[in-house]
């Protein structure tokens, strides 16, 4: 299929969005006949701990077993995808035309980096979830990147979100687009350019609450915090920050009456009042290049980092007022074995997170910080970079080697299967009914078992 090119007058783009306006009160009879809880709408699924409760998906695969469809994809991208209805979406970056000089400078300290002898079309997907086929693909920018990338990622790491009737998908530094579950771009919003540390790339995935999109923009320059109609890509707060690069995506918490969206980083942990902005409070403690993003429940928060400090820290809101460094709203700290790039998981009572981006897994019991087990040693994994998720009763932990472990969910440690894959897999699993699906860098796997019939 061939990508779609779209190009935006004045006049079109006011009609798209009279046109759009239109279709969200169409839209807003079918978005409620699908459950969210049942979805995996952003990032870190329905819950924002990458849990998903009412998904029960295959315990054993391999490339010739409980493969449903194995979709090829263009271009390349680690970016999670997502799931609504009947419908994936994720987003990519297709290389075109003649190799030319980089534009990137070599950043200070940089290392293992990668720049972009091409020009990029950037490219948001929508796929069918039965048959894995590819239904549209909309190309929303097309230009060569003015930065390198870790010699592992690209340039599409951030996952889209959506509300069941728009899809917002970040660029990054070539924008911020909303469109419509056909493929046509509703509104764009352009932050800027970034300016990365060591030249690492860009990756933190926006996220939604109600009408509102927020996005986290840490780098080398000017950061901020920014708050988007989901409907017209409108500004509805932007908020500086005394942050350099952080690739943590934000978390939205439901405190009281009231949401925060909280936003792990270097300097502080952060927390704002999700309608106006302002700052509800802070902590500091993180590592530098802080790249796990929060997770919360019940009126507790968790953050961690590991990167030349190793730091992992449980925060109650209650006490969580202004600055709460060292404070007794920071319940426990703990600092061995943290995470660094995977994000944690938090299933029930227990947190769990690998040691690092390495094959070791870790559990405490999230209330109090006590230690339940770890690290244990993951065989034959290699580094991990996606984050675990729960589903079932059990955990899937995905390492880079295409290797996903599924392990027993409680206090005690057990492989249960051991799974592999013939692609490089960097793109956190989801699950959703009784299937599983994994983002490599070559394929889109459907995991489910076959259909007993009369189910």
Request: with cysteine; hydrophobic share 40%; net charge positive.
């Amino acid at each position: 299929m061939r990508p779609r090119r779209r190009t935006r007058s004045g006049s079109t783009f006011a009609a798209r969005l009279s046109a759009a306006a239109i279709c969200l009160a169409i839209g807003t009879v079918e978005a409620a006949e699908i459950d969210p809880a049942k979805q995996w709408g952003q990032w870190r699924g329905p819950t924002g701990n990458g849990v998903a409760l009412h998904a029960d998906p295959p315990l054993t695969w391999n490339e010739q077993e409980n493969i449903r469809w194995k979709t090829p994809l263009p271009g390349r991208g680690h970016s999670t995808p997502i799931v609504w209805g009947d419908t994936l979406f994720l987003t990519t970056a297709v290389a075109h035309g003649d190799a030319g000089a980089p534009l990137a400078r070599r950043s200070p300290g940089a290392h293992n980096n990668t720049p972009s002898l091409h020009r990029r079309r950037f490219v948001v997907l929508a796929i069918d979830r039965a048959s894995g086929r590819i239904r549209w693909q909309t190309v929303v920018r097309d230009e060569q990147p003015h930065e390198t990338t870790h010699e592992t990622a690209g340039w599409a790491s951030h996952s889209p979100v959506t509300d069941g009737r728009i899809v917002v998908a970040s660029f990054g530094s070539r924008g911020v687009y909303g469109l419509d579950f056909s493929g046509e771009v509703l509104w764009r919003a352009d932050p800027g350019e970034m300016r990365v540390k060591h030249g690492h790339g860009e990756g933190s995935s926006p996220v939604l609450h109600g009408d509102t999109v927020v996005v986290n923009w840490d780098h080398e320059g000017d950061s901020f915090v920014l708050a988007l109609d989901i409907a017209t890509g409108q500004q509805r707060w932007k908020v500086a920050r005394a942050e350099g690069t952080s690739w943590s995506t934000p978390l939205i918490v439901a405190h009281g009456a009231s949401h925060q969206v909280i936003v792990a980083a270097t300097k502080q942990v952060r927390a704002y009042d999700m309608a106006s902005g302002s700052l509800v409070w802070s902590c500091g403690g993180l590592s530098g290049n802080v790249v796990a993003s929060p997770v919360a429940s019940d009126g507790m928060v968790y953050v961690g980092s590991s990167y030349e400090i190793q730091v992992m820290m449980g925060i109650r809101l209650a006490d969580a007022r202004g600055d709460i460094t060292a404070k007794k709203a920071v319940v426990w700290t703990r600092r061995r074995h943290t995470p660094y790039v995977p994000s944690p998981l938090l299933y029930g009572e227990y947190l769990y997170f690998v040691s690092h981006i390495q094959g070791f897994m870790n559990c405490v019991e999230a209330r109090s910080g006590r230690a339940v087990y770890g690290p244990r040693h993951l065989p034959d994994g290699g580094m991990i970079y996606a984050s675990p998720i729960g589903a079932g009763g059990r955990l899937y932990v995905t390492a880079r080697s295409g290797v996903t472990y599924v392990l027993r969910h409680g206090e005690t440690f057990e492989i249960l299967a051991r799974n592999r894959l013939d692609d490089v897999i960097s793109a956190s699993p989801i699950a959703v009914d009784r299937e599983l699906y994994l983002r490599g860098d070559r394929f889109l796997y459907r995991i489910s078992e076959p259909v007993t019939p009369g189910e």
